[in-house]
């Protein structure tokens, strides 16, 4: 369960963190998620909270967790 990244725009902050496609994000700022629109949903109530980083729970293909801070601004 959780959203499977298939690509990672070289350059970005992503991929700075080693997120890669075949990881899954299983959770956005502590909350589940299970779709791209989960992930959109939970950025924006934390921009409406005046927050600038979302912290996501990230499991390579191997099932390896752990967490990735990413600014909200990219």
């Known amino acids: 369960e959780g959203v499977w990244v298939t690509g ?3 350059g970005s902050k992503a991929a700075e963190r080693d997120i890669a ?3 899954t ?3 956005a700022a502590q909350k589940r998620v299970s779709s791209p629109a989960d992930i959109a949903r939970r950025a924006e109530e ?6 600038n ?3 996501f729970l990230v499991a390579d293909p191997s099932g390896e967790l752990r967490f990735v ?3 909200l601004d990219e």
């Open 8 to 10: 990672v725009d070289p």
């Open 21 to 23: 496609p075949g990881d």
């Open 25 to 27: 994000i299983g959770e």
């Open 46 to 51: 934390l921009k409406k909270q005046g927050r």
């Open 53 to 55: 980083t979302i912290l």
């Open 69 to 71: 801070a990413l600014p």
